[in-house]
């Protein structure tokens, strides 16, 4: 991969702030680097946590920092790969402390979920946070309560509390790369990475995984989908349809997350060599 390539160039090693795939037991729906992979160069928050603990963005900043600043010791600098745009801005900007939320007030939009389903939560959100409706996995129905329940409890959107710009404690300069193609090829490699998936045996991972279904980490893409079919609530077609769909919605709204971003440096996956003049003039 490009992270690697870079990697090993500059003698960096690789911290994930991919929020799935910290988790152990989620192997095949979150597309890990291969073992080979792995192997030839360190990587950070990879199988580092289970699903039993959940890891959110405020936390996986702390515990990066931390990482950061022993690797610091040995290298001059790390790869941050990954596409979970808060767990970034989290790390490298610092978020602003969100307010706990009324337990009523989870509850009550828990019980909306149940009785009116997570259409009812993507459209409060929208209305009330389109930022965060364009951004977050509408498809997660813990981080849609999350969402409305910060509005409810404190009157303003979730997305107000994502605005910190600057990072008090952060002793380096981030150089920002982003990757880009063509929408109809990056949906066609999507699909087929979905069925890759499915092919090395996502549904039976997500069986094994079944009893765990209530759990955070686990109420996201290529889990939930195949969860409602092993209820019974949709066909296996379906789950395939919608697990595609989802995940092309969520890389649409990774790309209008990071072109947000005035700092981010855009380039074609082919353009290796390209990324590799920007970085060395960066850091001269």
């Known amino acids: 991969s490009l992270a690697i390539e870079v990697a090993k160039q500059w003698n960096r090693v690789i911290v994930s702030a991919d929020s799935r795939q910290c988790y152990k037991e989620m192997e095949t729906g ?32 702390n515990e ?40 009523e007030t989870r509850e009550k939009l828990n019980r909306t979920f149940k009785s009116q389903g997570i259409q009812a939560l993507q459209d409060q959100l929208k209305k009330i946070d ?15 309560v999350r969402a409305l329940e910060v509005y409810e409890t404190t009157g303003h959107p979730i997305s107000h509390y994502w605005q910190r710009h600057n990072n008090p404690n952060r002793t380096y300069q981030p150089i920002k790369i982003g990757l880009f193609m063509d929408r109809a090829k990056l949906y ?11 092919e090395s045996g996502l549904l039976q991972e997500v069986k094994a995984l079944e009893s765990y279904k209530h759990l955070a980490p686990l109420q996201s893409i290529g889990y939930k989908e195949f969860f409602d079919y092993l209820e019974g609530t949709i066909s ?16 649409k709204r990774q790309l209008t997350w990071f072109r947000r971003d005035e700092a981010m440096q855009w380039f074609q996956p082919d353009q290796v060599e390209s990324i590799r003049q920007y970085i060395s003039k960066t850091i001269e």
Request: glycine share 4%; proline share 5%.
């Open 236 to 251: 296996y077609e379906q789950a395939v349809l919608l697990f595609k769909k989802h995940t092309r919605n969520l890389a």
């Open 130 to 144: 389109p930022k965060a409706y364009e951004t977050i996995d509408l498809q997660n129905p813990r981080r849609l």
């Open 64 to 103: 990066a920092s931390l990482v950061l600043q022993q690797i610091f010791k040995e290298h001059n600098g790390a790869v941050l790969v990954g596409g979970s745009g808060l767990y970034i801005k989290a790390l490298i900007d610092g978020l602003d402390d969100i307010p706990e939320a009324i337990p």
């Open 188 to 198: 066609e490699r999507i699909d087929q990475r979905c069925d890759q998936m499915l």
């Open 30 to 61: 979150t597309a890990k680097p291969t073992n080979e992979e792995l192997k030839e160069v360190p990587h950070y928050f990879i199988n580092s946590h289970s699903i039993h603990q959940e890891l959110t963005a405020s936390q996986y900043a």
